[in-house]
């Protein structure tokens, strides 16, 4: 007789999880941050594009199905976490830290879980993360900052990347750390009332291109990649693995988009973020700071388990086991439909090249004429001051840090000039040691363009 429960039971089951989701309207959250920049593929692109739509799912069980999309965008990771525990979002974008934070607690529920599922873009060294000082401070490197008060979001990227830089420093004791979001920080850089803000993608250049701010530390010198990614809670994929697949071919064709057109994608995002598609090119352009390709490489598993170290110690959080938290599969999937070998890619990093062949020297984005590209640093600025005299509308002007390979906005890198060319540098102190080899002079992107 129990044995005739267990077959009818059983067969119950089957026959429930069969039923076709025609009649439902499934609900999709959706928690991004539009205006941080490695998380747009994951948000802002799908939503004002639509592109998820085309990817969901309309045969099968879902042949008749309904769907409510809704995306709720935050300036940080934890208030999505937040909402993905309380059930009402499914998917969350956010940074390196934040994810690990959002691993962490769901598993610590001991119901619920979380699955990391993939990249929405990156920076092998860390830049995206940066220290910056009003611009009219004295303060040019990290050691200066003894006995002065830093701001950062704590808990995210930023963050971790100031502990670490302070304690190579020898300095954590010496600074003040002050706990304030973005915004906040951005508005102290701009009256001077604060020492240093530190910041994650793109607020660093944000107030460089404002004039409001000057870096004096980039992430890559704490040499700890910062990546933004997506986690998916995993009753959501349980039920609805079809949709997820979905998400992902989305985001690989969202970032694909950024790819092929980074003006316009610079454009088009500021328009919807506020964010100056000047800066935004700056991150999404061939060499610029961010790269935009989905999968989950070794480098940022090693990563995250050394973020996870860091949150533990600093900030007490719980247990994360990895294995179980990190899933391929749905990004691999969303690889082979596209055609791309997702093992090979796993492979590829991009990272910064010093004077890089592939790569022109500098780039001017004037009005009506898109990007420019020119031979030498030298010949921008002369083709620069041209543009001026026509009165011409010049956007932006682009240059790569001679020490680093890293792009910059012109205006703010420091210049070294001799007679046969014009070298860039994002530090003032790596424009000092080069100053002394090779002669010439220090001059301001002002006076080099007056």
């Not at 994951?42 to 995306?71: S, V």
């Not at 850089?189 to 910041?199: C, L, T, V």
């Not at 294995?323 to 749905?330: E, G, P, R, S, V």
Request: proline share 4%.
């Amino acid at each position: 007789m129990r044995q005739t429960i267990k077959l009818m039971v059983g067969a119950a089951f089957i026959a429930v999880s069969s039923i076709p989701v025609s009649a439902e309207t499934i609900e999709i959250g959706i928690g991004h941050q539009s205006t941080v920049t490695n998380t747009v593929p994951g948000g802002i692109i799908l939503q004002k594009l639509k592109i998820l739509e085309k990817y969901l799912p309309k045969d099968g069980k879902y042949k008749d199905a309904k769907y409510k999309i809704i995306y709720k965008d935050y300036t940080s990771g934890p208030p999505i976490t937040n909402q993905m525990l309380a059930g009402k979002l499914a998917f969350g974008v956010m940074g390196d830290y934040p994810l690990i934070v959002n691993g962490a607690k769901f598993q610590e529920t001991g119901k619920k879980t979380s699955k990391f599922i993939a990249v929405t873009g990156y920076n092998l060294k860390g830049t995206g993360n940066g220290i910056v000082v009003p611009v009219a401070s004295d303060i040019y490197s990290l050691d200066q900052l003894e006995g002065k008060t830093i701001s950062t979001p704590f808990g995210s990227a930023a963050w971790g990347m100031t502990l670490k830089a302070l304690r190579d420093a020898k300095l954590l004791d010496k600074v003040n750390l002050r706990n304030q979001s973005p915004p906040v920080g951005v508005a102290k850089i701009a009256n001077g009332k604060i020492d240093a803000h530190s910041d994650f993608c793109p607020w660093s250049e944000v107030m460089e291109f404002r004039g409001t701010g000057r870096k004096i530390f980039d992430g890559s010198e704490a040499d700890i990649p910062t990546f933004h990614g997506t986690v998916v809670n995993n009753d959501f994929a349980t039920k609805y693995p079809e949709i997820v697949h979905a998400y992902l071919e989305a985001t690989l064709e969202a970032q694909a988009w950024i790819i092929k057109d980074p003006a316009n994608a610079a454009t088009k995002v500021s328009e919807w973020t506020g964010i100056e598609k000047e800066v935004l090119y700056l991150y999404f352009s061939k060499g610029g700071i961010s790269t935009f390709e989905a999968s989950i490489k070794p480098v940022w598993a090693k990563a995250l388990k050394y973020d996870h170290e860091l949150l533990v110690k600093e900030k007490n959080i719980p247990p994360l086991d990895f294995n179980a938290w990190i899933d391929h599969t749905y990004v691999e999937a969303a690889f082979k439909k596209r055609g791309l070998d997702y093992k090979a890619t796993l492979k590829e990093v991009v990272s910064p090249v010093i004077d890089d062949p592939k790569l022109a020297p500098a780039e001017m984005w004037i009005k009506d004429e898109g990007i420019v590209a020119y031979k030498s640093v030298k010949e921008m600025i002369e083709a620069y001051k041209a543009a001026v005299k026509d009165k011409k509308t010049v956007f932006a002007t682009y240059v790569y840090d001679k020490a680093t390979g890293l792009k910059l906005f012109g205006k703010v890198a420091f210049l070294v000039s001799d007679a046969k060319a014009v070298t860039a540098f994002m530090k003032k102190g790596d424009a000092d040691k080069f100053l002394k080899k090779t002669g010439g002079k220090l001059i301001a992107w002002k006076d080099a363009t007056s």
